[in-house]
């Protein structure tokens, strides 16, 4: 159950980083349902990869949350048409 928790929590920390490094005008609550979406997809394209754990609270399981998040930012203001 905490891991749920602290996996929402730090997709949505995330999500506020991705839309600081994007721009992003959608607004905090936004970003961070954009966190939690990214980071959820990153972690799951992650597990391919052997040496990246990013199953535990760490500085590189965080990056790919992030990275996870700015790359769904970007698709999702490519599929809108917006610039930020």
Known sequence: ??????????GALAGAVAGRLMG?????LSNIVVGIVG????GWAGT????????NLSLIGFLTSVL???VFLAILNFLTGRKN
């Open 1 to 10: 159950m905490w891991n749920i928790i602290l996996w929402i929590l730090f």
């Open 24 to 28: 992003s005008r959608r607004g905090l």
């Open 39 to 42: 980071s959820f997809f990153a």
């Open 48 to 55: 391919g990869f052997k040496s990246l754990q990013t199953t």
């Open 68 to 70: 996870g998040a700015v």
